[in-house]
């Protein structure tokens, strides 16, 4: 069956980075776009990156443009995302999702695979 497993999250200072990965299994990784989302508690899922099946498109919020990197490694079914200079409304819990879609896209309903999430908090 089909699994995102993310892991790498943590509580880290601001100003600080951490990188998430997040392995796939039981589907053809490397035909599906990936992306990170994002849930702040009291706070609806939101988009965080985006990057095509290929690798060579790559989309961010505005809110992590700038700090966040998205990457993959097809020969390894797994994704990153890089996240530097680290705030405290960067603290949520950080999912990675896999989308047939032929192009990137940014809402959760175009996604159809979604892993458990990994807890991310920055401290002031």
């Known amino acids: 069956q089909v699994q995102l497993v993310e892991s790498g999250g943590g509580l880290v200072q601001t100003g600080g980075s951490l990188r998430l990965s997040c392995a796939a299994s039981?589907?053809?990784?490397?035909?599906?776009?990936m992306g990170w989302f994002r849930q702040a508690p009291g706070k609806e899922r939101e988009f965080v990156a985006a990057?095509?099946?290929?690798?060579?498109?790559?989309m961010y919020a505005d809110s992590v443009k700038g700090r966040f990197t998205i990457s993959r490694d097809n020969a390894k079914n797994t994704v990153y995302l890089q996240m530097n200079s680290l705030k405290p409304e960067d603290t949520a819990v950080y999912y990675c999702a896999a989308s047939r879609h032929t192009i990137v896209v940014i809402t959760t309903q175009e996604y159809d695979y979604w892993g458990q999430g990994t807890q991310v908090t920055v401290s002031s």
């Open positions: 039981g589907y053809t990784f490397s035909t599906y776009n």
């Open positions: 990057i095509s099946w290929g690798g060579g498109n790559t």
